[in-house]
């Protein structure tokens, strides 16, 4: 026999004997726990192996729940009579995977008992029509009554076996799910092994928005079995249920479950649906939800306990990947603080001699311009160095302005400088100037953030000095995996084939400044025409890049 089932030298004396009494086909047993039923041991020509257990719950079945409440031996003389026993036995079989007994034919069924209660079911069958008589039946009840002991504590120390069999394989990806720090690698391999020990056909996580989603989301795109919760979730009231109690539940058929989640049962065709609460040492977190066997049976007490088990392990490590998080999170506020100290200090070294020197150079200069009779070649690259001197004056102080501004809350204080530059270049030039940011910008990186801040003011720059534009439309929205900020305007648009004048020098400085910033950071940007009129500048840049003034 395959190892799921009993192997003990006392069921194999047993079963020999009974061959003495009667002939069969097959015998078996059938282990009963509260109201579950599941094939343990047989003796025959078939055996569903591990992964496919046959199991039910014993109201589904008509024959086992009749020799259950009644306690006494069933005989179906005739598996192709007309008998009441004989169609709903036919029609038991007829709902099993495979239909691994439809050679039966002639069948009897014994209660086994132990203390007033009903552990198990004894059954033997033959191939033959009318095997078996009531003679038949009570000659092998008054044996099994005289080694119903033994039978108790071979089926009781096999049950056992299995369970610790079962729990042992849990055991063995303790250490696995322990060392595993991100999160969401975590729950994949939890919702894989819970997939694996159930022979589930599929396994889904639903977690809480405001345990750990949010820290799911900064180690990448989502897998397809981990879902966030809403109402709008076809589990949704189900999954309410259970958080709310903090247990578990399961549905074999769409009568057991919710009304408003019946037809959804039925529309999926679910077979069998087990929710498991997942709960952090303080409050749930979210649940596992198994769907369906592949082998159409239900999922039983068993699988309820092996998940549980295993939600439990989860949900301590998922404690002590949180805890890890929040002291990367520690380090990292500690190692932002230190750079925001060097930027101050770079700021100001900045203010004290760069910017000394550049005022120093646009003197000599002036003083050039106006000392010397210069030709007009002459003075147009003394105009480009003027230029070249002012705009690497106007750089500078917005280096310097960021440099200062750089706080620890970055992402909030660039958004409120990405403000404030809007208003004071629609009150220093008179255009309609409009930002909009989407309601759901998650939190950008301080690099990403500033280099955002810098092309927004280069192109709006570009747009007073050469669009001839009446309106700008600055616009920033992020994803999971980009942030994106376009700037467009209503004016003249991009001329290319007129030679560049003294004014384009600068222009073009400009946007070579923009492209450097976005490629500088793993990003793409487009400069171009609109459609319609004008120029539109957009800038992406990917959310999952390296820190560029962090370590690697």
């Excluded at 709902?95 to 552990?119: C, D, E, H």
């Excluded at 239900?298 to 404690?319: F, G, H, P, T, W």
């Excluded at 759901?440 to 953030?449: S, Y």
């Excluded at 600055?474 to 999971?480: D, G, P, Y």
Aim: proline fraction near 4%; charged fraction near 25%.
């Amino acid at each position: 026999m395959p190892d799921f089932f009993l192997e003990n030298s006392i069921l194999t004396s047993v079963f020999d004997h009974i061959r003495t009494l009667i002939d069969y086909t097959h015998v078996g047993i059938f282990y009963v726990e509260e109201t579950e039923i599941t094939l343990i041991t047989i003796q025959g020509p078939n055996h569903p192996d591990r992964k496919n257990p046959i199991k039910f719950n014993i109201s589904d079945s008509f024959i086992f729940d009749w020799i259950y409440k009644n306690e006494v031996p069933l005989l179906v003389a005739d598996m192709e009579g007309d008998t009441l026993f004989a169609q709903k036995f036919r029609s038991d079989l007829d709902r099993l995977s495979g239909k691994p007994f439809a050679y039966i034919k002639s069948w009897v069924g014994f209660p086994l008992k132990s203390n007033n209660r009903t552990y198990g079911i004894f059954e033997v069958a033959h191939d033959e029509r009318n095997h078996y008589t009531e003679k038949d039946v009570e000659s092998l009840y008054d044996y099994i009554q005289t080694v119903s002991d033994q039978i108790e504590n071979a089926v009781l120390k096999g049950m056992v076996k299995q369970h610790f069999s079962d729990f042992q394989a849990i055991s063995t990806i303790d250490e696995a799910i322990f060392s595993q720090l991100d999160i969401l690698e975590l729950l994949q391999l939890v919702s894989n092994k819970a997939f694996q020990l159930t022979n589930a056909n599929q396994i889904d996580i639903f977690l809480l928005e405001e345990t750990f989603f949010s820290i799911a989301c900064s180690s990448g795109s989502m897998p397809t079995n981990i879902y966030l919760l809403s109402p709008q979730n076809p589990y949704w009231d189900l999954i309410e249920e259970v958080l709310h109690t903090g247990k578990s539940a399961r549905i074999t058929n769409p009568s057991m479950a919710p009304p408003s989640f019946q037809e959804e049962f039925l529309r999926n065709s679910f077979r069998t649906l087990l929710i498991i609460p997942i709960q952090s040492s303080k409050e749930p977190i979210g649940v596992m939800v198994a769907r369906d066997n592949i082998d159409g049976s239900y999922y039983n007490l068993l699988d309820e306990r092996i998940l549980k088990v295993l939600v439990n392990r989860a949900s301590i490590a998922l404690e002590n990947a949180k805890l890890f998080h929040e002291e990367q999170e520690r380090r990292r506020f500690t190692e932002e603080l230190t750079r925001c100290q060097e930027r101050q200090l770079i700021a100001q070294d900045l203010h004290d001699t760069v910017t000394q020197l550049l005022f120093r150079i646009g003197l000599e200069v002036n003083w050039f311009d106006q000392n010397f009779n210069l030709n007009e070649k002459e003075k147009e690259r003394i105009q480009t160095i003027q230029q070249l001197i002012a705009r690497s004056n106007e750089e500078l102080r917005s280096a310097i302005s960021v440099l200062r501004h750089s706080k620890m809350e970055s992402n909030n204080n660039m958004i409120d400088m990405l403000k404030n530059q809007i208003d004071n270049f629609r009150n220093e030039t008179g255009l309609e100037t409009n930002l909009v940011i989407s309601p759901n910008l998650g939190p950008l990186p301080f690099p990403i953030m500033e280099a955002i801040y810098r092309i927004v003011r280069e192109a709006l720059t570009n747009v007073h000095k050469h669009a001839g534009a009446e309106g700008v439309l600055v616009s920033l929205h992020s994803n999971a995996f980009f942030a994106t900020v376009s700037i467009q305007d209503n004016g003249l648009g991009l001329f290319t084939e007129p030679p560049l004048d003294k004014g384009e020098t600068d222009k073009h400085f400009g946007m070579d400044m923009m492209r450097q910033l976005a490629t500088t950071l793993g990003g793409t940007i487009l400069i171009d025409n609109n459609d319609d009129q004008g120029v539109i500048v957009k800038a992406s840049f990917p959310l999952q890049v390296k820190d560029t003034y962090g370590p690697d």
